[in-house]
């Protein structure tokens, strides 16, 4: 099993800045990729970025330029940072991990971005 645990959410202003961090424990070792997904009010969920165990990186179109994901591995945590926010990046924010066999998911940080 994997736990994931998210932090770091909360209210900014449009133009503002985040940074969420997502702890992984448990049996790691079976990741093979860790990633952000998010789900605004009333609408699907939808994959923000990746990173694979080697750290490389891809992003979604929406959020290219000014969403960065990395990791910090002597920490098993993978962190979000986002900057230049907007309205519309408002949504809950699940961290998620890629197993051999299965997906992981932590139980989500709402970000909420004002205009």
């Known amino acids: 099993q994997v736990r994931l645990v998210e932090s770091g959410g909360g209210l900014v202003q449009a133009g503002g800045s985040l940074r969420l961090p997502c702890a992984a424990s448990?049996?790691?070792?079976?990741?093979?990729?860790m990633g952000w997904y998010r789900q605004a009010p009333g609408k699907q969920l939808d994959w923000a970025t990746s990173i694979t165990n080697s750290g490389s990186t891809t992003y979604a179109d929406s959020v290219k330029g000014r969403f960065t994901i990395s990791r910090d591995n002597s920490k098993n945590t993978v962190y979000l940072q986002m900057i230049s926010l907007k309205p519309e990046d408002t949504a809950v924010y699940y961290c998620?991990?890629?197993?051999?066999?299965?997906?992981?998911w932590g139980q989500g940080t709402q970000v909420t971005v004002s205009s």
């Open positions: 448990g049996c790691i070792s079976n990741i093979n990729r």
């Open positions: 998620n991990a890629q197993g051999w066999t299965r997906a992981y």
